[in-house]
């Protein structure tokens, strides 16, 4: 199952590699991996998605936890919550499909950040089943680059993941 | 004297934080990067610096009078090679759970990154076998830093924590006023002391209701100063214990509770009363594949009570039914209490026909070997070597046949008695322990037992020994081959003995004459007692003892690997009896 982990760090150097080696050491699947630093410039907000059967995302979380830097770790997936990809997507945007890009543009919510004769940047972000479904829908051959943020969450309720 | 507030350089503060932490020694070598702390180490008398020749032997050193004394042990070595060579070191620190400081020197600030001369990224490579680890940017975090590494080898799980220090922030010219932080907090880090009561009344209630209980204890007993209330408990509740390789020692082994080592080369009763077990009471143990052989076959029968101060120990090889997170002794504390209040008075043993069972499955006798022999067996090797000893031994191991032979056969009565590198398995590692624990316990006995392979792993030592004068007594079990590795080829291997045979030895009599001490040779079985009689006489030398072993002993019982704990080889003299 897939699983959405939100980890506070103390916001020290080499913390990221310490998550990052874990999960390369102990053999864990790593699908993405976002940091940055919180509103207590202090503390790094990590959120990772991970993959694997129950004992291995208990492992994960417990592993996560033993790591000297960590403060916090939180699996999302445990309860409602939100999750959030931001992605920017640059389309071959030419003649008949300019039209057609606009449109596909406008159904998913995304916005056109930049434009020239031939292209566009398009910024979309919700969760990432909706990204790939943008990805999906762009007729075959018009995709230039594509980045994703990987995502990040946040779970619902007045509760926050705070020290 | 307190030096709060005196200004001192960042060389000086490590000195200091050293003398603060009540260090008594550092195992060490000097070398560009940290030359600043060696000229800090010269200008006192209070910390004393034991000069190793190789660095790996600086953490096994550091290492050794750590598990010998429960205390942090201390290494310092230079940069580059210095930090790599005592990696191995960490490691087997990091394998066995040992408090250890590592300080590191590191090239200046200004040039890290630029592939300086002796540099390489010492947080980088010993980060997957440390607990944790600093680079020190600034001479004014580095007392806090140091006090935060001690506080964190010596707390929860201990561990080995490296700290890195670039050569500037040692620099003699920079001053600062010296505060060495008594207490340290650290949100990030809270190490759990106490187990949750109501799981600790769930797993005595189990107990309670055992009718096949067996107690399986690991080195978390001895790291948590626990030997005492495991052996309360065991005499309270009468169930059989077994131990694993670490554990050993923490509960006295000739006491006939004790049904032997578990696991690999245990015993056929405990490695039997594991398979039938009905409740199994972990209590310090990692559930580690050299204990479980396969494990789908793994006490099949058991509920599981685990009691470890590491969350991440619990359900991480074998799902476990209680689970209990604490430090052993609180948690052993706790269960007993709870279990004077609730067990029956009992006399004797109160699971009397499971001890039957258990005995009738030690009558299979599964270390027997060949006494008459002519050649000097290792087994007989290590029950002289108790007798000459009486017990009273702080023994260190190098890996392979001879470490097995001496878990088997030497019964220890005390924790801390036994040291051997158990999880990572580093041949090399006994003679450099054994200094460590010397110096630790200059009155005791202190024996290294090896194999001539291990021993020129860190054979240099033999200078240490002699400059510190440490009357260290070597026992090395001499049968010419990598005896594990040959084991395993005659076993799995159709007896292909490739690279395990060990040529061009050298004379070892004379190898340790050429370092300043005493050598001696003992081939035949007649002679043995004597020779060792006379190595431990000397009680102000070294002496390495070379002992012409039968070549061929294999270690049993032996359970191969992916095999159930029940299926064990047991030694062929006994091969042609019905086992159950």
Redesign the interface.
Known sequence: MRHIIAVLLENEAGALSRVAGLFSARGYNIESLTVAPTDDPTLSRMTLVTNGNEEIVEQIKKQLNKLIDTVKVFDLTEGPHIEREMMMIKVRAAGENREELKRLTDIFRAKIIDVTDTSYVVELTGASKKLDAFIDAVPAGLIVEVVRSGPTGIARGDKGLTL | MDMNGVDLSGAEIVVQALIDEGVEYVFGYPGGAVLHMYDALFKQDQVKHILVRHEQAAAHAADGYARATGRCGVCLVTSGPGATNAVTGIATAYMDSIPMVCISGQVPTPVIGSDAFQEVDT??IT??CV??NF?VKDVRDLATTLRKAFY?AMTGRPGPVVVDIPKDVTDPNIKIPYHYPREIQ????QPIERGHLGQIKRAVELMLQAKRPVLYTGGGVVLGEAAAQLTELARLTGFPLTSTLMGLGAYPMTDPQFIGMLGMHGTYEANMAMHETDVLIAIGARFDDRVTGKIEHFCPHAKIVHVDV???S???NV?VDVPIVGQVASVLTDMLGLWKEQAPTTTGRPVADWWAKIEEWRRVDCLHYDRHSDKIKPQFAVETLYQVTKGDLYLTSDVGQHQMFAAQFYPFDKPRRWINSGGLGTMGFGLPAAMGVQLAFPQAQVACISGEASILMCIQEMATCQQYKLPIKVVLLNNGYMGMVRQWQEFFYESRYSNSYVDALPDFVKLAESFGHVGMRVERPADLAAAMQEAFAMKDRFVFLDVVVDPTENVYPMIAAGKGQHEMHLPPSLSDRELA
């Open positions: 947080v980088g980060r997957p607990k944790h680079l964190i650290m949100r990030s880090y590491d969350p991440s619990i359900s991480k799902r």
